[in-house]
């Protein structure tokens, strides 16, 4: 196929993509026969990799018996039995799964059962949310208006509701040298608790935040202290904290919610892509028992809902999906992969002249690019470093997701890397040598 006779949308937009044919494990192939290996998990998705024998299986099996009943009329097996699952392993508290397809439509419910939870208890007057500048919580209107990518929201501004972003936890940038790092932390709860005063503390839904941050900034991890910290400051306002794990969840940080590392429980939790490793577009919001009771015994409806909403095939992939996880013991696997990678990183890549940062957990890692290291000065915007990084990686068969996040307004270059947890020692010196290759690649391509 030419790109000049593609009726693909993204593909018109984008005509050099290629055409993905087949995948096994991590590599996936594509329609000239060229191998790439998924370092990215496409965007932390895939979890398991490509072409896992179980979950096919048991995809095929639930195809076999019912592929969709709508919810207005039936529940499912699967969809009950993916539930239990979820919730039987859920932080503390946690007693419900409302499924839907995707992150930003797990954002979009939250962020809606949030609001609605205060309607019920007859809070009305709450009608604020608070999130943080560096921070992407998906591209629909709602998940767009919390995110903090200036880059994305920039057309769809006059649209979005009016949130108030606060700063994120970000050490590398914002530390001061004067600082401990629960110092740190507590100034950032400091700024928190000063823009709920002036808001009011009545007024505010929901605080609103990535556990570890994905998609703007590579895996930014929290100072220890700082969510323990918005968590009381939430707690003391009667305010909601809504955590999303939708890239840094289901494992992908080494333990099965990110939040666990943090000793702290959300009251609503949103979780997707390794839900269903890529195998079937799936998403949930996990909710606490004080908020789903609400709705039981109040309006008995949550006023929502679509379509696809705990899709039976959906649902068989993500159960099978954590079935294998925990016979297999990924998570460990995860865990020993990631010190594995990090320790590649490191040696290849931690005196690197533009290598700023290395940061990350599990098999969720975060590299920043910077033109000056002592400065931590970011490479001039218009050179898209991270996307001639994303080319070069490609043309030497790897993966990975590049982001220019938003700093001060400036854009800056990162990469992500969030391989599947099946990944192997061999695979981790593959794609820690190709992606040395194609930074130093990236960077001459920029004197051209
Ligand atoms: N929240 C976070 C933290 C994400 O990283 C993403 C996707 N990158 C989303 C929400 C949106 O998910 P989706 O693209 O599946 O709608």
């Not at 999906?321 to 990924?330: A, H, M, P, S």
Request: with cysteine; glycine share 10%.
């Amino acid at each position: 196929m030419t790109p000049q006779t593609t009726h693909v949308f993204h593909r018109h937009l984008h005509t050099t993509l290629p055409v993905a044919v087949s995948g096994r494990g991590v590599t996936i192939t594509d329609s000239q026969g060229r191998q790439y290996i998924d370092a990215s998990g496409g965007a932390a998705v895939s979890c398991l990799g490509h072409g896992h024998p179980d979950v096919l299986a048991a995809m095929h099996a639930q195809i076999d018996r019912i592929a969709y009943a709508h919810t207005s009329f039936f529940t499912t097996e699967v969809a009950e039995a993916l539930a239990d699952d979820l919730i039987a392993h859920a932080p503390t508290g946690m007693s419900h799964a409302y499924f839907v397809s995707g992150g930003s439509e797990a954002v979009e419910a939250a962020l809606k059962m949030a609001r609605q939870y205060f309607v019920e208890i007859g809070q009305p007057q709450r009608s604020h949310f608070i999130a943080r500048r560096q921070s992407y919580h998906g591209n629909t209107l709602g998940a767009l208006a919390v995110g903090g990518n200036q880059w994305r929201r920039a057309q769809f501004a006059p649209l979005l509701m009016d949130v108030t972003h606060v700063s994120p936890c970000y050490e590398y940038r914002d530390r001061r040298p004067d600082e401990t790092a629960e110092q740190y932390g507590q100034r950032l709860v400091l700024e928190l608790a000063q823009a709920i005063d002036r808001l009011g503390g009545e007024n505010v839904i929901a605080f609103v935040a990535e556990t570890v941050v994905g998609a703007t900034a590579g895996a930014l991890t929290p100072v220890p202290g700082y969510l323990k910290g918005v968590r009381d400051l939430c707690d003391r306002h009667g305010i909601l904290l809504i955590l999303d794990e939708v890239m840094c969840g289901m494992g992908r940080t080494g333990t099965l919610h990110a939040c666990e590392q943090e000793g702290v429980v959300p009251d609503l939790m949103t979780i997707a892509k390794g839900l269903g490793g890529g195998y079937q577009p799936i998403g949930a919001v996990l909710a606490q028992k004080r908020i789903v009771d609400t709705f039981a015994k109040g309006s008995g409806l949550f006023q929502h809902g679509h379509t696809y909403l705990g899709h039976a095939v959906a649902c068989a992939a993500a159960l099978a999906v954590q079935q294998v996880i925990r016979r297999d013991d990924l998570l460990a696997a995860c865990r020993r992969q990631g010190e594995g990678l990090a320790n590649r990183l490191q040696q290849r890549l931690g005196e690197h002249p533009h290598v700023g940062d290395l940061r990350g957990r599990g098999l969720f890692r975060g590299i920043e690019l910077v033109r000056d290291r002592a400065t931590k000065t970011p490479f001039d915007p218009a050179l898209r470093l991270h996307a001639r990084i994303k080319r070069e990686a490609m043309t030497r068969g790897l993966m990975v997701y590049p982001m220019g996040g938003t700093i001060d307004g400036q854009q800056g270059d990162h990469v992500l890397l969030a391989p599947p947890f099946t990944v192997s020692e061999a695979d981790l010196d593959a794609i820690v040598d190709r992606l040395a290759q194609a930074i130093d690649a990236a960077l001459a391509s920029t004197h051209a």
